[in-house]
Structure formats: structure tokens, C-alpha cells
């Protein structure tokens, strides 16, 4: 069964912090590496950080040194620790495997408050 399950998003005031986790079934995250997107009001989805099998990060550079991203390959589990969270992080937040899957679990709100 294909599976993702975000959670951890919640509304928070700008300069605080929230962390993602996101479980995947093994079909998705088997040896992949996997991403967390985000997709604002108004505008497409997109990449904003990826972690191989291996432990290699990629962030986009407007992110880098706000978010972390981590996984926990014996638990199918990968996380987005996001920090001094602004505004414009306001978004639905998902992970996937990357490059993406046609599979897209719920998401997960994260809404940051000026």
C-alpha cells in the first residue's frame, strides 16, 4: 500500500520553529532519497529540501541554515526541522520521494504569523 502521512505543521508566530515528520511506506521510501515540497496559496509546488539514502542534503538557497532535514531509515521516517520561520514559509508542506512520485499524501499546514 503507498503511503505518506505528514504532520507537525501548525500556526506559529515569524522567528519560530516547527518540526515535519513524514512516514512513507517502503514503496516510496525504500533506498530513495526523499524531499520535502512546499506549495503556497497561489503558486506550484516546489522542492525545498532533499536528503539522500546516504545522509546528503540539498536545500534550496533562500532555505539554507533555517531548515534541516533528516531521515531515520529504520523507520521509513524523514523530518524538516524549520527554524526563525518567516511568512513567506507559509505553505502546505509534503514530502516524497525525489524526483517526486505521482503519489502525493495530504499534507501537512504550516502558517507563520507576522
Known amino acids: 500500500q503507498v503511503q505518506l502521512v505528514e504532520s507537525g505543521g501548525g500556526l506559529v508566530q515569524a522567528g519560530g520553529s516547527l518540526r515535519l515528520s513524514c512516514i512513507a511506506s517502503?514503496?516510496?521510501?525504500?533506498?530513495?532519497?526523499m524531499g520535502w515540497f512546499r506549495q503556497a496559496p497561489g503558486k506550484q509546488r516546489e522542492l525545498v529540501a532533499r536528503?539522500?539514502?546516504?545522509?546528503?542534503?540539498h536545500y534550496v538557497d533562500s532555505l539554507k541554515g533555517r531548515f534541516t532535514i533528516s531521515r531515520d531509515n529504520a523507520k521509513n521516517t524523514v523530518y524538516l526541522q524549520m527554524n526563525s520561520l518567516k511568512p513567506d514559509d507559509t505553505a502546505v508542506y509534503y514530502c516524497n520521494k525525489s524526483p517526486a512520485s505521482t503519489y502525493w499524501g495530504q499534507g501537512t499546514q504550516v502558517t507563520v504569523s507576522s
Open positions: 536528503i539522500t539514502w546516504g545522509g546528503t542534503t
Open positions: 517502503g514503496s516510496i521510501f525504500g533506498f530513495n532519497a
